[in-house]
């Protein structure tokens, strides 16, 4: 299953990590509004970064998103 992950915050590390590790699972990119966060995870895990998950959304070797949503406290 090829993964994506919307929201590049602090808790995403620890999925994308997960999903490097997985057997069935790869990261093929990520986005995030911030582009310094998209950037910085999706060049940790080389994987193709985007500010605008609908952009990210569009390619067609997606089959599953990860939504890592930040909540206003």
Same mark, same amino acid.
């Given at each position: 299953?090829?993964?994506?992950?919307?929201?590049?915050?602090?808790?995403?590390?620890?999925?994308?990590?997960?999903?490097?590790?997985? *057997?069935?699972? $790869?990261?093929?990119?990520?986005? %995030? /509004?911030?582009?310094?966060?998209?950037?910085?995870?999706? &060049?940790?895990?080389?994987?193709?970064?985007?500010? *605008?998950?609908? $952009?990210?959304?569009?390619?067609? %070797? /997606?089959?599953?998103?990860?939504?890592?949503?930040?909540? &206003?406290?």
């Amino acid at each position: 299953m090829r993964v994506g992950i919307v929201g590049c915050g602090y808790i995403s590390d620890m999925h994308a990590m997960s999903f490097s590790k997985t *057997d069935n699972a $790869e990261l093929v990119a990520v986005s %995030d /509004i911030l582009m310094d966060n998209a950037k910085r995870l999706g &060049e940790k895990y080389n994987v193709a970064y985007y500010s *605008d998950y609908n $952009e990210m959304l569009k390619r067609r %070797d /997606i089959d599953a998103v990860s939504i890592r949503a930040q909540r &206003e406290i």
